[in-house]
T-cell receptor, first 111, second 116 residues
Framework: EDQVTQSPEALRLQEGESSSLNCSYT??????LFWYRQDPGKGPEFLFT???AGEEKEKERLKATLTKKESFLHITAPKPEDSATYLC????????????FGKGTKLSVIP | KAGVTQTPRYLIKTRGQQVTLSCSPI?????VSWYQQTPGQGLQFLFE???????NKGNFPGRFSGRQFSNSRSEMNVSTLELGDSALYLC???????????????FGPGTRLTVT
């Protein structure tokens, strides 16, 4: 059974204070690790997909990295508008089209 | 390009009733997945459809069912509603997985179901 654990559950940062969110996973045959951003009352917004260990992707102040056991979402010099819940999900197993999600990290960026 | 749309956005039902939710995928996307999101359990997979066929099903009781139409639009139905069914129901659409193996799901805004 695929499992995803995200830490910390909540993170408060001062504006400009860089940090990282962690996503640890166990999956049989990783076929994609996904990062989403979710604002209150809205659906998750797609950020990145990583497919193999060593892969990195960047978007504005966000950078996602992947190893064989975990992924990190690095946030550089965050702004208040980066406040949201960040969700990590994995897709594993041949013939599987479902994503298994972690519980998320709620990020608050204080001006 | 229009995103995933879901209707209705909000719904209030009484225990024992049934409900049908609708999802229109991004144009050209043929795969539609459904998820239930609650504060306690997070996002949990319900089922996935491609070309009108259910390919994957999550661990939910048979009261939860779905279908997909030839135009890729999808509906999910919950019968005999229980209080615990109150949740945000999310639909996601994807392009067909090609030879690259890449498969990315894009979510709609969700339907907030409240069961009283």
């Amino acid at each position: 059974e695929d499992q995803v654990t995200q830490s910390p559950e909540a993170l408060r940062l001062q504006e400009g204070e860089s940090s990282s969110l962690n996503c640890s996973y166990t999956v049989s045959g990783l076929r994609g690790l996904f990062w989403y951003r979710q604002d209150p009352g809205k659906g998750p917004e797609f950020l990145f997909t990583l497919y193999s260990a060593g892969e990195e992707k960047e978007k504005e102040r966000l950078k996602a990295t992947l190893t064989k056991k975990e992924s990190f979402l690095h946030i550089t010099a965050p702004k208040p508008e980066d406040s949201a819940t960040y969700l990590c999900a994995v897709r594993g197993g041949a013939g599987s089209y479902q994503l298994t999600f972690g519980k998320g990290t709620k990020l608050s960026v204080i001006p | 390009k229009a995103g995933v749309t879901q209707t209705p956005r909000y719904l209030i039902k009484t225990r024992g009733q049934q409900v049908t939710l609708s999802c229109s995928p991004i144009s050209g996307h043929r795969s539609v997945s459904w998820y239930q999101q609650t504060p306690g359990q997070g996002l949990q997979f319900l089922f996935e459809y491609f070309s009108e066929t259910q390919r994957n099903k999550g661990n939910f009781p048979g009261r939860f069912s779905g279908r997909q139409f030839s135009n890729s639009r999808s509906e999910m139905n919950v019968s005999t509603l229980e209080l615990g069914d109150s949740a945000l129901y999310l639909c996601a659409s994807s392009l067909a997985e090609g030879a690259s193996g890449r498969y990315e799901q894009y979510f709609g805004p969700g339907t907030r179901l409240t069961v009283t």
